[in-house]
């Protein structure tokens, strides 16, 4: 898969303009620098090919030939693990095995592939912004060059890669529909100052039933513990990410309630039941 992924990325820039689009309207986008490059205070330094991978797959003659039948498969190998974490996760949570699983948490699945070339000035800018995933979790797999940070406390951690390895982050949604029995992850990558490109690849799984209402689930709502957060749409909630620019745990402290608001949100849960 890295390698598949690679040769597209290196292919020559007069083969590779054909795939340019920010825009996924087929379900595919190929693009230089980051997403929010129009709402952000610098441009990363990376090249990424996103791919919709369900509930409704892409249209494949739009993603890139090199890498078509590797993509298809690892989506497959994903499904699988996806499931099996989420199974586990809700019985970490008290819960049914299936719990997420019926909460359509499987069926949405975006993959970005990243390509960070050699930046001769990396003191300069960054591979990708600091941010945590929006989604419930997500899967990475990265080559054998460094660059991934995670924040613990107020000091960066690396993340060094691990042959064969992946990573398993959780994220904001996962976070307020635990309740904070889990907590999303706040990372960042840094330029790449190796002539040796760093190569990633993130499937990112979310929920598809975006116009449901979610937050912390009943069950892990007491008077011990009432509910951090708001109930929102996913649609909302996305539509939030994707127009703010990537900068830490926004999304959580957005819809984190105030102490004055939680004893009235308690009344809610008790009546209401989150999908």
Known sequence: MLSSIKAF???????????????????V???????????????????TLQVRLGPTPPEWDYVPELCREAVEEWDRGVIKLGEEL????????GMERDRLKDMSC??????????YPYCPQADLTVGLTSHTDPGVLTVVLQNEVAGLQVKFGEDWIDVDPVPGGLIINIGDILQIMANDEYKSVEHRVLANPSHEPRVSIAVFFNPSMRDKLYGP????VSPE????????????????????ELDGKTLTNYYRVSSKEESELDKQ???????
Not at 217 to 220: R, T, V
Not at 234 to 239: E, G, I, L, R, V
């Open 225 to 244: 513990k009432p509910a951090m957060y708001q109930q929102f749409m996913f649609s909302d909630f996305m539509t939030r990410f994707f127009t703010k």
């Open 217 to 220: 689930l009943p069950g892990l």
């Open 86 to 93: 989420m199974g586990l996760l809700s019985e970490g949570l």
């Open 29 to 47: 986008a190929y693009s230089t620098t980051n997403f929010d490059l129009y709402k952000s205070k610098a441009a990363s330094w990376r090249d």
């Open 106 to 115: 499987l069926d949405a699945r975006t993959m970005a592939a990243h390509y």
């Open 9 to 27: 990325f290196e292919l020559p820039e007069t083969t590779r303009i054909h795939y340019y689009t920010r825009e996924a309207s087929h379900g």
């Open 269 to 275: 849960e008790t009546n209401e039941s989150s999908v």
